[in-house]
Each structure stands twice: as C-alpha cells, then as structure tokens.
C-alpha cells in the first residue's frame, strides 16, 4: 500500500514531474482544501512560534529579536510535550448544523 503523504494546494506540488515522483516512489499524495492552515502542520508551528516570540512583545533592536527566535529554536527539545500536542494528526471536526 501507497505510503500517504499531505500537501497544500501549491500549483507546483500537483505538476506531472512531482506526479510522476510520487508514483515511481509509491507515495500517495493528500491534497489540502484550498485554504486550510488548521490542517497544515507546519502552520500550526508558525502560529505557535509567533504566540511564543512575537505576540504582545516589543524588542527595542533587531538583535534583540534575533536572539528570541535563536533562542526559541535552541531550546525547542525542550518543548516536546507542547509538540506532541500540537503537531499530531488529531483534527476537530466540526459538524454542520
């Protein structure tokens, strides 16, 4: 069985070389909806990072701003729990009414 891989929708990621990758690689390729950042995983990250360094904070340089995002980073091991919970498969369905 096709090991599945999840993408967004970039036209670049549905061209008939990547198509044809996937195929000789037997990759299964999922489709994102159109517009759909909950389910991206590296959008859930960026939304996490942005609460942690950025969100109702002031640096009075650049620098100083380099350095949070550095830190951020070289001390992301230590954040595994908060990972394990936020980069899973695990989505909300939502139903309609």
Known sequence: M???????NARYQRSYVVQQ??????????YLPPYSPNLNLIE???R??????????YYETYASFEKAVELFFKTFSE????MKSLLNFNFGIIKAS
């Open 48 to 57: 996490y990072f942005k609460k942690k360094v950025m969100k109702n904070k």
């Open 79 to 82: 954040r595994n729990e908060d």
């Open 21 to 30: 990758k996937a195929k000789a690689l037997d990759i299964n390729l999922l």
């Open 2 to 8: 096709p090991q599945p891989f999840a993408l967004d």
């Open 44 to 46: 859930r990250l960026w």
